[in-house]
């Protein structure tokens, strides 16, 4: 079973603030992912890595940012919100161990008022 | 330009029938991949198809994979409520594949009704 995690589910803000979304997995994957998706629309990449300390823009161009510094933990923050950002975020991971099929997490559901 | 596309993109069908889900995709892969996503939820790994015929069967749904006509198939058999939900095909981004990138496709959105 997949093990990854987002915190929080739920978020409702105001625009201007600070967040960071949260994501962590306990698989050891090498690769991780961040997708934004409206409700009932398709998934875009918004970020990706491949590893530690390296990090790459997804198709999908965002104000947010990421880091990778260990190998479990993949935040995403936006340094100030808008309503814009509204949206749902999904993280991901995978490996060549698993073919590359990637395991998703619960998501966290961004309000920003 | 790799492109995934799903069709059809919404479907309404009643419980018990049979229908359906076709992923064209537009470049060179070995591999695919379907997702099942519920109303405000997360992505759930439903098939992974490793090679060209594969074939994967769980309950009321069945995948198939024909790498050399580019197109994969997801059947439904004798439709039932629990079916309703978004269905996702992915395929890999060969030429950057050491990335693990997926392109997805724009989802099937399956409605049964009693």
């Known amino acids: 079973e997949a093990d990854i995690y987002q915190t929080p ?5 105001g625009t201007g603030k600070k967040i960071t979304l949260e994501c962590s997995q ?11 998706q409206d409700p009932g629309m398709e998934l875009h990449l918004i970020h990706y890595s491949y590893g530690v300390n390296s990090t790459e ?37 995978s490996d060549a161990g698993t073919g590359n099929e990637q395991f998703f997490g619960p998501g966290t559901r961004l309000t920003v008022l | 330009e790799l492109k995934v596309e799903q069709n059809p993109l919404f479907l309404s ?15 060179t892969s070995d591999r695919l991949y379907w997702y099942r996503q519920d109303p405000g939820k997360s992505l759930e790994s439903l098939f ?11 309950g009321r749904l069945m995948a ?23 269905y996702f095909c992915a395929v890999p ?19 049964v009704k009693p």
């Open chain 1, 9 to 13: 589910r739920y978020l409702v803000i």
């Open chain 1, 26 to 36: 306990t698989m050891g994957h090498d690769k991780m992912y961040w997708y934004q």
């Open chain 1, 57 to 93: 823009k997804g198709d999908l161009s965002s104000e947010s940012t990421v880091s990778r510094i260990r190998t479990e933990h993949f935040p995403l923050t936006l340094e100030s919100a808008r309503p814009s950002h509204t949206s749902q975020y999904l993280c991901a991971s």
């Open chain 2, 13 to 27: 069908m009643q419980e018990e029938k049979n229908y359906t889900i076709y992923c064209n995709y537009s470049t």
């Open chain 2, 48 to 58: 992974v198809l490793l090679s060209n015929g594969a074939v994967k069967q769980e």
């Open chain 2, 64 to 86: 198939s994979l024909d790498t050399k006509a580019r197109l994969s198939t997801l059947h439904i058999t004798a439709a039932v409520h629990d079916l309703s939900a978004t």
């Open chain 2, 93 to 111: 981004m060969w030429l950057t594949f050491n990335t693990g990138k997926l392109i997805f496709g724009q989802g099937t959105t399956l409605q």
